[in-house]
């Protein structure tokens, strides 16, 4: 059955922006009998752009019409209008809304005009705004599209998002949060903007030695509890002195105390995980009150060194199962790494974010950021 038809009068009115420039429009409207259905305003620059749906009395047409066009001859903005009767189409029910969210450092038209492509194949466009987010552009889509045509949508969308560096997810509009996320995210060149270990080898003096040990990990020759074995071996007999000069060095990656406090505002866990060692991350995230700290630790004897590893290694299986266990009873699972030691923890999680990653991890995760920024997490994943 058809929604019943009702009259409706649709204004439009623009110019350029002083104060609240709805008030002229509302002044106009409110000595009449109507019904706001729906209103936007968007602002862009010095200049707005307003539209407002009324339901109305057919029998008021004129003399609205007659103060409206008051408004344009007097030269504050220009105001159009139509009035007509108008039925709502009809829900259909076999359709689902989708929010696809992409952002990146540039979004030109050429990009838009291939996503508007992609997106009209598989679905409908039913809303769409642009705005910048610090140095990131982030436009989000309201998508109709049937649940058959979902899957060959997000491929086509995570392909030439991958394509030209556009980070971008995909998920159900109306998607409700009652019971809060937990977020787990590696801790080096992804929480922070260093590696740790690099900073404590070139204090102790070992740089090159454990440089080479990490390329011949990075080909395959070792895992990463063998490298980091032998890595730490190198530092035996040095002074431990070095740790607080290394927690000196280390900085924050942009928009992770945002990302923090956005998750946990909205009653969310965070965590961080870390092939690191709590000898230098632990007083570093103190300030920032995180849920929790896993890494590994320096067996340290009379102020030194001993080259080992005290407790047991921070691999990659241990951060997939700090995941599974950190998350239980959570909405979903989130967790954000850069490097191959993360694959398991992405693979275990509801969403796995790859961050400014290598290639092996970018290959398994959910969505891929390529601007180094933690703050364009929040939009990606629905906040």
């Not at 990463?224 to 900085?251: C, H, M, N, P, W």
């Amino acid at each position: 059955m058809s929604a019943p038809s009702k009259f409706t009068g649709l204004i439009l009115a623009s110019g350029i922006l002083t104060d609240d420039p709805t008030v002229l429009v509302l002044e106009a409207l409110a000595p009449f009998s109507a019904s706001v259905l729906s209103s936007d305003l968007m602002i862009v620059r010095d200049r707005f752009i307003y539209s407002l749906l009324i339901e109305m009395s057919p029998d008021h047409q004129e003399a609205i019409a007659l103060d409206l066009e008051k408004i344009t001859t007097a030269g504050a903005i220009d105001v159009a209008y139509e009035f007509t009767a108008f039925a709502p189409a009809p829900t259909d029910t076999s359709r689902t809304q989708h929010l696809v969210t992409l952002l990146a450092s540039k979004i030109s038209p050429s990009h838009l005009f291939d996503l508007h492509s992609i997106i009209n194949k598989h679905g409908a466009i039913a809303d769409l705004s642009i705005h910048t987010l610090q140095t990131s552009i982030i436009a989000s889509y309201v998508i109709d599209c049937l649940p058959t045509d979902l899957t060959s949508l997000t491929n086509a969308i995570n392909d030439y998002s991958a394509l030209h560096n556009i980070s971008s997810s995909i998920m159900p509009k109306n998607q409700r949060r009652s019971i809060p996320d937990a977020l787990l995210l590696d801790m080096d060149s992804t929480f922070i903007n260093e590696e740790v270990i690099d900073i404590l080898a070139d204090l102790a003096g070992v740089g090159s030695l454990v440089s080479a040990i990490t390329e011949r990990a990075m080909q395959g020759e070792l895992d990463f509890a063998q490298a980091l074995t032998e890595r730490v071996a190198l530092f035996s007999g040095k002074s431990a002195s070095i740790l607080d000069q290394a927690r000196a060095k280390i900085t924050l990656t942009p928009g992770a105390k945002e990302l923090v406090a956005a998750i946990k505002t909205a009653g969310g866990r965070v965590g961080i995980v870390s092939g690191g060692f709590h000898d230098v991350i632990d007083q570093f995230l103190a300030p920032l009150d995180v849920d929790l700290i896993l890494a590994n630790r320096f067996e340290i004897v009379d102020g030194r060194f001993t080259g080992k590893i005290s407790g047991p290694i921070v691999d990659r299986e241990a951060k997939a199962k700090a995941l599974t266990e950190f998350g239980s009873g959570s909405h979903r699972t989130i967790a954000i790494g850069d490097g191959a030691n993360d694959i398991a923890m992405l693979d275990v999680a509801d969403i796995g974010i790859a961050f400014c990653a290598k290639p092996a991890l970018a290959k398994v995760a959910d969505i891929r950021i390529y601007v180094r920024d933690l703050q364009a997490v929040l939009p990606l994943i629905g906040y």
